[in-house]
């Protein structure tokens, strides 16, 4: 089915490790985006994308890089993993001149 | 900088009773409103957007939502839940067309149905 796709589902990271969550769309978006999910704190945008080659910071970006080297890929890397990074990200896309987004399932990432 | 709050955290309700969840939302320009809901361990799946013409706007599911702009308000009503209604919901606001800015999420209502 066309959509969002996100993997892993699960990991556990140890404190330094580093690792790339994977999103990938099939709906040729233009617009990707990376949110972080923390019990009762809703979701906050971490970096986006408006096109391949093109990236900017959300709200909160510390910790986290991305790329975009196709419309389909939008991956999240952490470098130094941390505590604090323990959550659940959600990767969306969207086309340009709509509005709404497609959310994938999620990663759930637990930093020990 | 715009801002969305959600004031219920938990809310109960019974089987085939109707149901409201609350939204304030703070914005700049014209606002474009939308409603998630979220099942335990699933993604987030659109129940319905508004971005422009009639404010009570349909979406799936049976939920509707209201946008009053005098009160800074979008609020979910449902006639009659269903058990399987059961979930958390999230209103958000952003820019549609050809803004490319995220959504902003407010922290979200848990809705628990009793039988």
């Known amino acids: 089915n066309a959509g969002v796709t996100q993997t892993p589902k699960f990991r556990i990271l140890k404190i330094g490790q580093s690792m790339t969550l994977q999103c990938a769309q099939d709906?040729?978006?233009?617009?990707m985006y990376w949110y972080r999910q923390d019990p009762g704190m809703g979701l906050k945008l971490i970096y986006y994308?408006?096109?391949?080659?093109?990236?900017d910071k959300g709200e909160v970006p510390n910790g986290y890089n991305v790329s975009r080297s196709t419309t389909e890929d939008f991956p999240l890397r952490l470098e130094l993993a941390a505590p604090s990074q323990t959550s659940v990200y959600f990767c969306?896309?969207?086309?340009?001149?709509?509005?709404?987004?497609?959310f994938g399932q999620g990663t759930r990432l637990t930093v020990v | 900088a715009q801002s969305v709050t959600q004031p219920d955290i938990h809310i109960t309700v019974s089987e085939g009773a109707s149901l409201e969840l609350r939204c304030n939302y703070s914005?700049?320009?014209?606002?474009?409103l939308f409603w998630y809901v979220q099942s335990p361990g699933q993604g987030l799946q659109l129940l319905l957007k508004?971005?422009?013409?009639?404010?009570l706007v349909q979406g799936i599911k049976g939920f509707e939502a209201e946008f009053k702009r005098s009160q800074s308000s979008f609020n979910l009503r449902k006639p009659s839940v269903h058990w399987s209604d059961a979930a958390e919901y999230f209103c958000?606001?952003?820019?549609?067309?050809?803004?490319?800015?995220?959504?902003?999420f407010g922290k979200g209502t848990h809705l628990i149905i009793q039988p």
């Open positions: 969306a896309s969207r086309d340009r001149g709509r509005v709404g987004a497609f």
């Open positions: 709906m040729n978006h233009n617009y």
């Open positions: 994308s408006v096109g391949a080659g093109i990236t």
């Open positions: 914005y700049g320009a014209t606002p474009y």
């Open positions: 508004y971005f422009s013409g009639d404010t």
């Open positions: 958000a606001v952003g820019a549609g067309g050809g803004g490319a800015d995220g959504l902003t």
